[in-house]
């Protein structure tokens, strides 16, 4: 299990917390694959993309209309935390589905 995220993100560390036996990388200093970003985006879409953070609030209104992997690519913090990968399956955030998905209840 890997969970992508920030060192410095509370939710994130809640969730490595929890899940003990998972990697952590952090994306601001490691990225995440180009092959997972594309899966993850593939699956969520425009919900992959964290709008109420600052980095969001500090991008012109072109960067904001660029590709979002192009994005996701060049500011890692504007993926929405976690994202979960476990047995070949994606997970986003940290909410009581995600939680429930992996056993957790």
Same mark, same amino acid.
């Not at 092959?35 to 425009?46: K, N, T, Y």
């Not at 993309?49 to 060049?74: C, H, I, K, Q, Y």
């Given at each position: #299990?890997?969970?992508?995220?920030?060192?410095?993100?509370?939710?994130?560390?809640? =969730?490595?917390?929890?899940?003990?036996? =998972?990697?952590?990388?952090?994306?601001?200093? =490691?990225?995440?694959?180009?092959?997972?970003?594309?899966?993850?985006? =593939?699956?969520?879409?425009?919900?992959?993309?964290?709008?109420?953070?600052?980095?969001?609030?500090?991008?012109?209104?072109?960067?904001?209309?660029?590709?979002?992997?192009?994005?996701?690519?060049?500011?890692?913090?504007? #993926?929405?935390?976690?994202?979960?990968?476990?047995?070949?399956?994606?997970?986003?955030?940290?909410?009581?589905?995600?939680?429930?998905?992996?056993?957790?209840?």
């Amino acid at each position: #299990m890997i969970l992508y995220g920030l060192k410095t993100c509370d939710i994130c560390r809640k =969730a490595l917390k929890l899940l003990g036996n =998972a990697d952590f990388v952090d994306v601001r200093g =490691a990225g995440v694959p180009e092959e997972v970003l594309r899966a993850a985006h =593939a699956q969520f879409g425009a919900a992959l993309l964290n709008t109420r953070s600052t980095t969001w609030r500090g991008l012109s209104e072109s960067d904001r209309a660029g590709d979002p992997l192009a994005l996701l690519a060049a500011h890692p913090a504007l #993926m929405k935390r976690p994202l979960i990968e476990a047995d070949g399956e994606l997970y986003l955030g940290w909410g009581p589905e995600v939680r429930a998905a992996l056993g957790l209840g």
